[in-house]
């Protein structure tokens, strides 16, 4: 994001959970493309962090696919639909990751471990130190924490109510609480044009 008082800061990476955020969750999964809807706002916010400057990667667990409920090409055609949204709104996904193991499964990519983070970091050369993790779930915010993630924000759309429980419990908060995916952005940005005045 440029500053108007020295040098362009680095290139900002924000990692953002699917569903819950993006769209809207269901406790019986996204199956396909008939069952996702998008969030109100929220291809608005992602424009918008476009707009000044970030990159956005979505990092989202779909054990639907372990499960056998949905398929590799469902889940492209639900991640198409959902790209073209936010590119007909002005706004980009530079990259999408997700995790198709069960909750059983001993993987690295599941949330909350960090391992579809740190692939996005070795294949974007992101420094993590810099980046937030915007997610509705306890998990989503243990998974930024547990991958050196700069910030965090838990959004009370989808499980964010309950993760506010959860990380209490487990001695973790995040960064900031918002009501939804657009007033994140809102935080997020006016948090950087703090320190970029704060800089002059």
Known sequence: MPSNCGPDHPTQFAFLDRDGVINADSDTYIK??????LLPGSVAAIARLTAAGWQVI?????SALQRGLLSAQGLERIHGH????????????LDIFHCPHGPGDDCDCRKPKPGMILRAQRRHGIDLSQAVMIGDSARDIACGFNAGCGRTILVRTGNGRAALRTLSDQG??????????AAAVEWLLAQDAAGNASAC
């Open 32 to 37: 396909s493309l008939a069952e996702f809807h």
């Open 58 to 62: 979505v990092v989202t667990n779909q």
């Open 82 to 93: 959902m790209c073209r949204a936010i590119t007909q709104a002005g706004g980009q996904v």
């Open 172 to 181: 973790l908060a995040a960064n900031h609480v918002a009501t939804d995916l």
